[in-house]
Structure formats: structure tokens, C-alpha cells
């Protein structure tokens, strides 16, 4: 595979990466204590710190990626960030099975994420980002 079409594919990688942590985010500005009273009803241990941590890392982290600025770091704790929000959130096998379906469906998304924000971990952010502007300088 050429150069500029591995830079392309990890660029619109990061974009559609951070098209998931960037809203929820801002989502969790807008509504805190809506997100609150959902972390308290799945058991997060303190509820409003779990939703500002979780605030802060999708937005700074998702914005992160989205430049291509410490893209590793940032990859490692969105991935670390969302299995373990996985575990909370999406818990289907202790669900009726009528529900356990969707969640688990959610939950495995959330692997597959966490994989390929592993994958920017390991090889970077591509040519077109700021890391590689960094390294060039």
C-alpha cells in the first residue's frame, strides 16, 4: 500500500474515532446531570467524578486524535477508557434476555474500538498529523 493512501486511511481513521468521543464529550457538558443520575442507576462508584473523568477524556482525548497530536497516549487511555466503560454500561449477561441482545451488541462495538485505538497506539497517527510534524521539525 502506497504512503499517501495509509496517510488518507489513518487520517479518516482518527476522524471517525473521535466522531465518537468528541460529541459525547460535549454531550456530557450539556447534560452532566442526566449523565449522573445514568452512571449512578448502572453502580459507578462516585457517579459525578466517574462522568467528569469520563468528560474530560473523550473530549480531550477525542480532540487529541482528531489533530493527531500525542495520538499514542491518547489512543492507549481512550482504549483503556472504554473497556472499562464497557464492563458498566453495557453489562449484558446480567440482563433478561430480551435485553442482553442490544447491550451485548454495544459491548462488542466497544472491543472492536478499543482495538483500533490500540492499532493507532502501536503505528502512530500517519504522516498527516501533528505527531509526524513534530518528529519532522
Given amino acids: 500500500m502506497n504512503n499517501s493512501l495509509q496517510d488518507t ?3 479518516v481513521g ?7 468521543f468528541v460529541p459525547a ?5 450539556a447534560g452532566f446531570s442526566g449523565a449522573v443520575g445514568y452512571a449512578t442507576s448502572v453502580g459507578l462508584p462516585l457517579p459525578e467524578v466517574g462522568v467528569a473523568v469520563g468528560l474530560l477524556i473523550e473530549l480531550v ?15 492507549v487511555l481512550l482504549a483503556f477508557f472504554t473497556l472499562v466503560a464497557s464492563f458498566f454500561f453495557h453489562a449484558y ?20 474500538i478499543s482495538g483500533g485505538l490500540l492499532a493507532f497506539a502501536a503505528f502512530g497517527a500517519g504522516r498527516w498529523s501533528l505527531d509526524a510534524k513534530r518528529q519532522r521539525v
Fill in 93 to 112: 449477561w446480567s440482563l433478561p434476555a430480551d435485553q442482553a441482545m442490544m447491550q451485548q451488541l454495544m459491548f462488542n462495538k466497544n472491543l472492536a
Fill in 61 to 75: 482525548g477525542g480532540l487529541l486524535l482528531l489533530v493527531g497530536f500525542m495520538v499514542r497516549p491518547a489512543a
Fill in 25 to 29: 464529550g460535549f454531550g456530557k457538558i
Fill in 14 to 20: 482518527r476522524m471517525l474515532l473521535a466522531w465518537l
Fill in 9 to 11: 486511511l489513518a487520517l
